[in-house]
């Protein structure tokens, strides 16, 4: 089975699961979207009021700003890179997901990460990043204290580079923190062009193949 099934089919269990209490009050469920075969995968904390209408990740005007800096920071389009949350039903109110949603809820991602095999994740805020970072057990205060740093991650049969930075919603609350996301995706950047440039094949590579 291909990756594009294998995420296909964890969608579907997804968008029918009635594991935690989340399913009573959402509207649709969000598995999240698009490369199958993504060098990057985005990961927030859970869906908002939009996405929840919607069933896709990222769309109201958080979901706008960070595919501005997919598009203009990092030379790509949403279609090139993985979007998804941790948590992937609305909590009601926007209210923070819950240690027991997180947990009931988290084997999906897993599953999508393992299957996809990114070289970089991108942890969107402090709910992602303490999941993703607690593989590892590191711990922290402050999304702030730990962004501009580098981490690898074993996730199945690659290590994995992770970057956490701030959430698009809180560059939009507060302005002055959209410097430390366009700082962030500049390091990105950076992390990608240097995975790129160790997979391009050398005229060496070329001839060991024949």
Known sequence: MNKEKILEAISKEIRACRKCGLWKTRRNAVPGEGNPNAKIM????AP??????????????????????I???????????????????????????????????????????ETIEPDIIVCLG???????LSHIGIRFKSILSIRQRIFQIPFSRKKIKVVAT???????????????????????????EEETSKKKPTTLDFFLQK
């Open 42 to 45: 985005f990961i927030g904390e």
């Open 48 to 69: 908002g009021r939009n996405e929840d209408i919607q069933g896709r990740p990222f769309v109201g005007a958080a979901g706008q700003l960070l595919t501005k800096m």
């Open 71 to 113: 598009v203009e920071i990092l030379g790509l389009q949403r279609r090139d890179v993985y979007i998804t949350n941790v948590v992937k039903c609305r909590p009601p109110g926007n209210r923070d997901p819950t240690e027991d949603e997180i947990r009931i809820c988290s084997p999906y991602l897993i599953r999508q990460i």
């Open 126 to 132: 402090r709910h992602s990043a303490r999941f993703i």
């Open 166 to 192: 701030i959430h698009p919603a809180a560059a939009l609350y507060k302005p002055p923190w959209r410097g430390f996301l366009e700082a962030d995706f500049k390091l990105i950047r950076k992390l990608l």
